[in-house]
C-alpha cells in the first residue's frame, strides 16, 4: 500500500474515532518509516519529505476532529430540555448535604486528637519546599540517591515538592529550641501531602500522605522512642499490638531503626506475618547542629511513615489508589 491509500484509511479513521490521536502511533504509519533505511539513498529524501507533509496532514485532521468532540461534549452539557432542576439532585449523586469527609482527613484528625492528647503540638507540612530543608538540614550528603530526579520531584526553578514530612523538622527544631533552653522539651508532629517520583501500582503512589514526629530533650532516649511509637499505633488501631524493630540506615537519624508491628488477626492477619511502619531513630548529632542544638547537652528520636498505609490497614482497602482517585463509589463507603 502506497502513502496516499494509507493517508485515505487513516484519514476515515481519524473522522470516526473518539480518540483520535491514537492514529498517530498507527501500525501504518510505525511501517512507513520502517522503510526509509531500505530505500536507495537518492530517494530517502524524497519519502522523508512525503511522510513528514502526510503527519502534517495528519495532525490537522485530528485536532479538527478534537475540537468537533469537544463542541459536542459542551452542547450536551447544557441541555436545556433536560428534566432536571435544582429542586431535583440527579439520583444518587453526593451533594452537599450527604456528602462525607474523606477517609484520610478523618484518620488525620483522629491522629491529630492523640498526638495532643500525649503532649504533641501538631503542624502541617509545606507543599513546596527548597534543598536546603529537604536534604541539607537533614545530612544528606551531596550525590546522595534521593536528591535525583529519578527519586525526587523539582520544579523548574529549582524547589522541591517534600517527599517526606520531615522537610519541616529543621524549622520545628529552630522554632522551638527556646523551650530547651527554659528546661522544656520538643515534642511536635507534622501530617501532610509527600510526593514521590514512583511507579504506581496497588502498594505504592506518587502522591500520598506522611506522618513525622519529633522529640527532644535532655534525657530522651531509644526505649522512650519505641514506647511512643507504639502508644501513637496501638490507640490508632484501638488495640494491642506486637511490635518489632530492626537495623536500618537514614541520614538523619543514628541509630536508625525500622518499625515493624505483626498485622493484627483482626485485620487479617497471620501470625508472624510483620509489616514495616516507618522509619525511626535517634537524631543525628549533625541535624540538631544545623538547628543550634548542642548535641552534647540535647538528644532526640524521629520517626516518619506513610499514613496512606495506616488507613489501608484499619479499613482493609486493597488498593493505594483508592484514596487519590476521587471515586464516589469508594467515596460512599466512608459516609
Do not use: C
Not at 511501517?31 to 511522510?51: D, M, T, V, W
Not at 495528519?58 to 452542547?75: C, F, H, P, Y
Not at 486528637?113 to 551531596?142: S, T, W, Y
Amino acid at each position: 500500500m502506497n502513502i496516499d491509500d494509507i493517508k485515505s484509511e487513516l484519514m476515515v479513521r481519524i473522522e470516526k474515532s473518539a480518540n483520535p490521536r491514537e492514529v498517530l502511533r498507527a501500525n501504518e504509519l510505525k511501517n512507513l518509516y520502517s522503510e526509509i533505511p531500505k530505500l536507495p539513498a537518492e530517494e530517502r529524501g524524497a519519502f522523508g519529505k512525503k511522510l513528514n507533509e502526510l503527519k502534517q496532514e495528519l495532525t490537522t485532521a485530528i485536532e479538527t476532529r478534537e475540537k468537533s468532540l469537544l463542541d459536542g461534549a459542551v452542547v450536551a452539557a447544557i441541555d436545556v430540555t433536560a428534566p432536571m432542576d435544582v429542586n431535583r439532585p440527579l439520583p444518587g449523586l453526593m451533594t452537599a448535604d450527604n456528602g462525607s469527609l474523606h477517609p484520610i482527613m478523618t484518620e488525620m484528625k483522629r491522629m491529630r486528637e492523640i498526638a495532643e492528647k500525649i503532649g504533641f503540638d501538631v503542624i502541617e507540612d509545606r507543599q513546596l519546599d527548597d534543598d536546603f530543608h529537604m536534604f541539607g538540614a537533614l545530612n544528606f550528603p551531596e550525590g546522595h540517591p534521593a536528591r535525583d530526579s529519578f527519586d525526587t520531584f523539582r520544579t523548574e526553578d529549582g524547589f522541591v515538592p517534600p517527599a517526606h514530612t520531615t522537610t519541616m523538622q529543621n524549622r520545628i527544631l529552630v522554632a522551638e529550641r527556646d523551650k530547651l533552653l527554659n528546661g522544656g522539651q520538643i515534642a511536635t508532629i507534622t501530617l501532610g501531602r509527600t510526593f514521590r517520583n514512583e511507579d504506581v501500582d496497588a502498594t505504592h503512589e506518587h502522591t500520598f500522605y506522611q506522618w513525622d514526629g519529633v522529640f527532644v530533650s535532655k534525657t530522651a532516649t531509644l526505649g522512650q522512642m519505641i514506647a511512643t511509637i507504639r502508644e501513637f499505633y496501638e490507640t490508632f488501631m484501638g488495640q494491642k499490638l506486637k511490635i518489632a524493630t530492626q537495623p536500618a540506615s537514614f541520614p538523619f537519624t543514628e541509630p536508625s531503626l525500622e518499625f515493624l508491628i505483626e498485622r493484627p488477626a483482626s485485620m487479617g492477619g497471620k501470625p508472624g506475618e510483620w509489616l514495616e511502619m516507618n522509619g525511626s531513630g535517634m537524631i543525628h548529632p549533625n541535624v540538631l547542629k544545623m538547628a543550634g542544638i548542642d548535641p552534647k547537652i540535647y538528644q532526640g528520636f524521629a520517626w516518619g511513615g506513610g499514613f496512606d498505609r495506616l488507613i489501608m490497614l484499619k479499613y482493609g482497602i486493597e488498593d493505594i489508589r483508592h484514596l487519590e482517585s476521587g471515586k464516589l463509589r469508594f467515596l460512599k463507603e466512608f459516609k
